[in-house]
């Protein structure tokens, strides 16, 4: 089966600007996850779907930072404004049983 | 709340000697214990998990952890480690399928 899907794998914008990452889960899985992996230190989780609902935000900066998953199935997250320490690694994962998760790539953001 | 710590950042070992990567985690209830896997460029992969039953889970390449209850630890080891193995190691906690990361161990396995 495919795996979980990211695009783009890499991108650097400037301050202040926006950008938004995209990911296709695996095909039937209910649960998906956004982290964020500062260099040096574990992902950390921001947002978690199941279905098209959002299931925990707690960690989500939502002055800058949104997530979507419309049709319950691929979701964008978006930086509006990006800054400095927004660099980071962006993980997706998805699951079908809620504890065990399958990454995909990544996308590699750098903010100058 | 639960929380992990790993308690070694890196860890160099020579090839086919033996290593352990610690993992420490503190939750009020019971939880799911995982080890994942990140090559460089990579996302994470699923090394060895425990849910529940034998408290000793191992891997198809050679890894095992055994889930400690009184020690509230879930270290990983291998007998005998080869080249491919370099690489950095997250444990982590799940519970009602919320997971809290450890900060990782990066391996590096020296010929």
């Known amino acids: 089966e495919a795996g979980v899907a990211q695009s783009p794998r890499y991108k650097i914008i400037e301050k202040r600007q926006s950008v938004a990452f995209w990911c296709n889960p695996i095909s039937g899985h209910a649960t998906l996850y956004w982290y964020q992996q500062i260099l040096g230190q574990g992902p950390k989780l921001l947002i978690q779907?199941?279905?098209?609902?959002?299931?925990?935000d707690s960690q989500l900066p939502k002055d800058r930072f949104s997530a979507e998953r419309l049709k319950g199935v691929d979701s964008t997250l978006k930086i509006q404004p990006a800054k400095l320490e927004d660099s980071a690694v962006y993980l997706c994962?998805?699951?079908?049983?809620?504890?065990?998760?399958?990454f995909g790539p990544g996308t590699r953001l750098t903010v100058t | 709340a639960q929380s992990v710590t790993q308690l070694d950042s890196q860890v160099p070992v020579f090839e086919e000697a033996p290593v352990e990567l610690r993992c420490n985690y503190s939750s009020s209830v019971s939880v799911y214990l995982f080890w994942y896997v990140q090559y460089p460029n990579q996302g994470l992969q699923l090394l060895l998990k425990?849910?529940?039953?034998?408290?000793l889970v191992e891997s198809i390449n050679g890894f095992e952890a055994e889930f400690n209850k009184s020690q509230t630890s879930f270290h990983l080891r291998k007998p005998s480690v080869h080249i491919s193995d370099t690489a950095e190691y997250f444990c982590?906690?799940?519970?009602?399928?919320?997971?809290?990361f450890g900060d990782g161990t990066t391996l590096t396995v020296k010929p």
């Open positions: 994962a998805s699951s079908l049983q809620s504890n065990e998760q399958y």
């Open positions: 425990y849910l529940s039953g034998s408290t």
């Open positions: 779907f199941q279905n098209n609902g959002v299931v925990d």
């Open positions: 982590a906690v799940s519970l009602t399928g919320k997971s809290t």
